[in-house]
T-cell receptor, first 116, second 111 residues
Framework: GAVVSQHPSRVICKSGTSVKIECRSL??????MFWYRQFPKKSLMLMAT?????????EQGVEKDKFLINHASLTLSTLTVTSAHPEDSSFYIC????????????FGPGTRLTVL | RKEVEQDPGPFNVPEGATVAFNCTYS??????FFWYRQDCRKEPKLLMS???SGNEDGRFTAQLNRASQYISLLIRDSKLSDSATYLC????????????FGTGTRLLVSP
């Protein structure tokens, strides 16, 4: 089946630093990739949708200058959390769509970010 | 009102029990519906799609009532391995998916 990887799986950083998270579709070309965030005991919330080669579409309330998304190829999207603060600590999950007729999204294993 | 609402649980059931989860959604224009399973600190995984006619996959049965904007999941003969959080998910778009997740219902199956 379709496989999506994320790297790193866990990151701990100091406040003010920037963190880059990679999302790769390993065995299919992803026409669309999505970035979600999940706080403890909360639902996954869509942050942004990106298509290869074009600017990401951000959901209301998500700062595009803080969460930089690059979708440079059909198999790779990156999310950079700039100047991270403790309130950005969360579980970031990407998903990719494009491997199936019914447009199913395949989720990566997630990245747990802790900002000290 | 939340776009997708679920009872957070937890539902504590013994092995072999039948358990049902419910979900309501607010947007009548929603296109498609799913149940996902999420284990602790893991990514969500698609359990099954939900169709208007109702559908079954082994011990799992899903139902959709568009008029009432209500979705259900029934699990028969619960196994210990069914312990997880079950997410009700609604797709708002045609074309590429725009998924809206409920907060999930936690299920604990005990021996």
């Amino acid at each position: 089946g379709a496989v999506v990887s994320q790297h790193p799986s866990r990151v701990i950083c100091k406040s003010g630093t920037s963190v880059k998270i990679e999302c790769r579709s390993l065995d299919f070309q992803a026409t669309t990739m999505f970035w979600y965030r999940q706080f403890p005991k909360k639902s996954l919330m869509l942050m942004a949708t990106s298509n290869e080669g074009s600017k990401a579409t951000y959901e209301q309330g998500v700062e595009k200058d803080k969460f930089l998304i690059n979708h440079a190829s059909l198999t790779l999207s990156t999310l950079t959390v700039t100047s991270a603060h403790p309130e950005d600590s969360s579980f970031y999950i990407c998903s990719a769509q494009g491997g199936t007729v019914d447009n199913e999204q395949f989720f990566g294993p997630g990245t747990r970010l802790t900002v000290l | 009102r939340k776009e997708v609402e679920q009872d957070p649980g937890p539902f504590n059931v013994p092995e072999g029990a039948t358990v049902a989860f419910n979900c309501t959604y607010s947007n009548s224009a929603s296109q498609s519906f799913f149940w996902y399973r999420q284990d602790c600190r893991k990514e969500p995984k698609l359990l099954m799609s939900v169709y208007s006619s109702g559908n079954e996959d082994g011990r799992f049965t899903a139902q959709l009532n568009r008029a009432s904007q209500y979705i259900s999941l029934l699990i028969r003969d619960s196994k210990l391995s069914d312990s997880a959080t079950y997410l009700c998910v609604v797709n708002m778009n045609t074309g590429f998916q725009k998924l809206v997740f409920g907060t999930g219902t936690r299920l604990l199956v005990s021996p």
